[in-house]
């Protein structure tokens, strides 16, 4: 479960956890811009949730002075890194099952694109992708590789997607609805 929250000029998408146990009383903890829900067996989630509203501005605060010390912190480095370690692999593997042959890959720092491929079939993708579920960084990989057979947005394009991607058009209404809460 996630909720998403506007903190100063960043949006962040924040993700719920719910840990019940024998307690009487509910409590929010904010801990590596996750929101940690400990509460009774006997509450309900509606009750949870309007629990987490009524205390919006509290979590808000806290999340904003995570987020002030994220941008500050080595935690972007650690997503580059992770970004360098799994999304090669991912496309290497990608690429493989579908016989696709690119030259380089590149993790970049973009913010306004997920990914790019050159006509030199060199592959780009942002470091932000790691930050998105798995079959969303599958279906940019999918899109990317497909531009090494129609370097446009073509019908012959979106059908190499399709191949690749049989959900691709719910991957790409996700992005579209989600990728700016990953921009930051």
């Known amino acids: 479960m996630y909720i998403i929250y506007v903190i100063n000029i960043n949006i962040i998408l924040m993700e719920i956890h719910i840990k019940r146990s024998m307690r009487k009383t509910i409590a ?16 309900t989630k509606t009750y949870i949730m309007n629990f987490i509203n009524k205390n919006k ?3 808000e605060s806290r999340l904003s ?4 010390s994220l941008i500050d912190s080595n935690k972007i480095e650690e997503y580059k890194k992770q970004a360098r370690e799994y999304i090669p692999k991912r496309v290497e593997e990608i690429a493989n ?9 590149k993790i970049t ?13 060199n592959l780009n993708f942002t470091f ?3 930050l998105t579920p798995p079959e969303i960084i599958d279906y940019v990989i999918c ?16 059908e190499e997607v399709s ?20 921009v930051y």
């Open 28 to 43: 929010l903890q904010v801990k590596n811009s996750q929101l940690i829900v400990k509460a009774p067996f006997f509450v």
């Open 143 to 158: 899109h990317e590789l497909s531009h090494l057979k129609e370097m446009n947005h073509s019908r012959h394009f979106w």
């Open 128 to 130: 932000r992708l790691i």
């Open 97 to 105: 099952k579908y016989w696709c042959i690119y030259n380089k890959i």
């Open 65 to 68: 002075q995570q987020v002030e």
């Open 163 to 182: 191949r690749m991607d049989r959900e691709y058009k719910k991957h790409d209404k996700w992005l579209k609805e989600n990728g700016s809460f990953f």
């Open 109 to 121: 720092s973009a913010k306004t694109r997920w990914g790019s491929c050159t006509s030199q079939k």
């Open 57 to 59: 501005k509290w979590i």
